[in-house]
């Protein structure tokens, strides 16, 4: 007997001619969006395969807002401990790179022990360990080993000569452009904005306890 152009097809038929429009539709969509997230996996597993150039805390961070975030956090430091004029953090720290490096990344030591402690079950002692191995051994070489001249009013870091390279070793061998990696995407400098940015971040509640 033949079949009708109406008539339901059997289980397990799989003549695709008896869907109705809606249903190659919602059948198209859906291969459209598989094929689109085997592109993306694609693309995924291509980056990850890429090895990661790593930027320091000055690269990373172009935007008045997060300058604005450190400073805050710099002058709650000083306010807060009050330490003694040779051990205090000089206002034109932002002029010196390499000391920059240093407090983003004590900062980043500090808040990682507030939030270690804050979510501690039990005392914490991340903050103790924050002052012996991290704070007061900052303050102590921020005096003896005077990585911040500046006692006596702003001096610009010294100059220093490059690297002379024509004292590597004989015979290197030399990539190819196809095998170089590139170095960090170049960063735009700084906007000129001495606005004052809102603090955005969740550890902003320390500025409350220094009043």
Known sequence: MMMTEDATPA?????????????QHYL???GEAVADHEVRLERLEE?????????????RHQSVQAWNELADWVD?????????????????????????????????????????D????????????????????????????????????????DEH???????????LEVASEDEQDPDAPEIEPLPVDESSGAIEYDDAWWKDEAE
């Open 161 to 171: 000569a490059a690297t002379d390279r024509d004292l590597f070793p004989a015979g």
């Open 28 to 30: 198209n969509e859906l």
């Open 11 to 23: 289980p397990g038929d799989t003549d695709f001619t008896y869907l109705t429009e809606v249903e």
């Open 47 to 59: 980056k990850e395969k890429e090895p990661t150039v790593p930027r320091d805390w000055i690269a």
């Open 118 to 157: 804050e979510q501690s079950k039990e005392q914490g002692n991340a903050m103790a360990a924050f002052h012996d191995y991290h704070l007061f051994p900052f303050f102590q070489r921020l005096e003896d080993t005077k990585l911040f001249k500046c006692s006596n009013g702003h001096k610009a870091d």
């Open 76 to 116: 709650w430091l000083n306010a807060n401990y009050s330490m003694p004029h040779a051990r205090r953090v000089r206002e034109c720290w932002p002029a010196h790179p390499g000391l920059v490096h240093v407090l983003a990344g004590l900062r980043s030591a500090w808040r990682a022990s507030v939030l270690s």
